[in-house]
């Protein structure tokens, strides 16, 4: 029963030599069906395919029958996203000691829908409302019945703008390591004053992208899931009126090819670890891009990156810290520099304002503390460096801007837990002594 076995000590026999003998009874899964149910109870037709929800079991023919083995397979089934709820009713099967399993499913009224929302994007600093966003999205979760996710979505803003088509195979048929497969095309604007900050010309520009890739995605140990992928990108400069622009306003490349846009070819691979989720667990990961040369004007370089989290439990308080550093060689464009300082970064400073570099490494502390219900209150230390790479990123962008290279921020804030994450609202002062407001959603990364 602790182990959660459905069967029974069904006989005792006592032998000589005090020896008692235990007959136990097994229940072995016999059959294994489906049965759709609509939300008063009745059957119905179902989307899903059998085999696609079947696959998702652990729970084999022929094995005992486990209850705690079976809720995890009912937890699985929920988390695909397009059931509503799931149950599983032992039967017996005739006069044998089997039993046949139901597996009654409610599914989601709709696998897809169209949403909308909005946001604020952290790395615009020249004003509260240039940084307001919003978003709609169509989407069907529940493709040709086999759990594949289809979402073409907009978001924009006044200077940001993405657009997105992402298709995903959550398990590639006729695998059984459980290999993913996710497909992207995307066209994004974005702010280039991360690394190149506000123009004293007040004329701003953005990033704009074009990306295009596939991913292939599998656990590979316990808590441990890796991924290859191969993406393509076409990057360049645009100034506010959409026109390219090679240079900023301090004569420094925007570009690393010299042309009004870099062609790349990224082969990825990347790493990740995550622990159980508690407050005292701990996360891992680590990324390579590395820079096929198709043509010769193809950007060919190598970046690394890893981050690393830890918590730690201190009676009701928690201490977290995080550590996370990157390098690349090779030739880059100047906007894919390591840019060090903001919300997610060392705060007190604005979006990266720190600095930007071939390299960098960003450490942090924090201690949280229960409030009151879902509020914690937070006192947080940061620090960053470029490690002296600022100068070798090309053009010097953050030499031009004199900006430090390194700093760090302290302050306190609070945290309230909710749906899409802990919200962050705090406050730092940077080692200027200048004092600064953050915003954000989900721990620190």
Not at 29 to 37: A, D, E, K, Q, S
Not at 132 to 151: D, E, P, V
Not at 175 to 193: A, E, L, V, W, Y
Not at 392 to 405: E, H, Q, S
Request: charged share 20%.
């Amino acid at each position: 029963m602790e182990r959660g076995l459905f069967g029974m000590v069904s006989g005792i026999e006592i032998l000589s030599g005090g020896i008692i003998r235990l007959q136990v009874s097994e229940a072995e899964v016999n059959n294994m069906t489906i049965r759709f149910l609509d939300r008063t109870g009745e059957p119905t037709v179902g989307k899903t395919r059998p085999e696609t929800i079947l696959r998702q079991l652990t729970t084999k023919k022929g094995q005992v029958y486990s209850m705690l083995q079976g809720k995890r397979d009912v937890d699985t089934l929920l988390t695909m996203g397009i059931m509503e709820d799931v149950s599983i009713i032992p039967q017996p099967a005739g006069d044998s000691n089997k039993i046949d399993l139901t597996l009654n499913i409610v599914e989601r009224k709709s696998g897809g829908g169209i949403s909308a929302g909005g946001g604020i994007s952290s790395g615009i600093t020249s004003g509260p409302l240039a940084g307001l966003i919003g978003s709609c999205a169509i989407y069907h979760k529940n493709l040709f019945g086999k759990n594949q996710k289809l979402n073409v979505s907009l978001e924009r803003g006044q200077i940001d703008s993405i657009f997105r088509i992402n298709y995903t195979d959550p398990w590639i048929e006729g695998d059984d390591t459980r290999t993913s497969r996710s497909i992207m095309i995307q066209n994004s604007r974005t702010p280039g004053t991360l690394v190149h900050g506000n123009q004293p010309d007040s004329n701003s520009f953005t990033i704009g992208r074009v990306t295009a890739g596939i991913e292939y995605s599998r656990p590979f140990r316990p808590k441990w899931n890796g991924t290859l992928g191969l993406i393509f990108q076409r990057a360049g400069a645009h100034d506010d009126k959409g026109n390219p622009v090679i240079r900023d306003f301090y004569s420094s490349p925007l570009t690393a090819s010299g042309n009004t846009h870099d062609d790349m070819l990224l082969a990825k691979l990347e790493t990740v670890y995550t622990g159980s989720g508690d407050p005292g667990s701990s996360m891992f990961a680590f990324n390579m891009d590395q820079g096929i040369p198709v043509w010769p004007e193809w950007l060919v370089f190598n970046r690394v990156n890893a981050r690393a989290r830890k918590g730690l439990v201190l009676g009701p308080a928690c201490l977290r810290l995080s550590l996370s550093g990157g390098h690349v060689v090779g030739n880059f464009p100047p906007h894919e520099a390591f840019a060090i300082g903001g919300t997610n970064s060392v705060r007190g400073y604005e979006e990266g304002a720190v600095g930007s570099g071939r390299s960098c490494a960003i450490g942090c502390g924090e201690v949280s503390f229960p409030l009151t219900g879902p509020v914690e209150g937070v006192i947080f230390a940061d620090y960053g460096t470029d490690l002296g790479s600022g100068s070798i990123v090309p053009g010097d962008p953050a030499g031009a801007r004199l900006k430090p290279g390194s700093g760090y921020g302290y302050g306190l804030g609070i945290r309230v837990d909710s749906p899409l994450g802990p919200l962050r609202l705090e406050y730092a002062f940077n080692d200027q002594r200048t004092g600064r407001f953050h915003f954000g959603v989900g721990l620190r990364n």
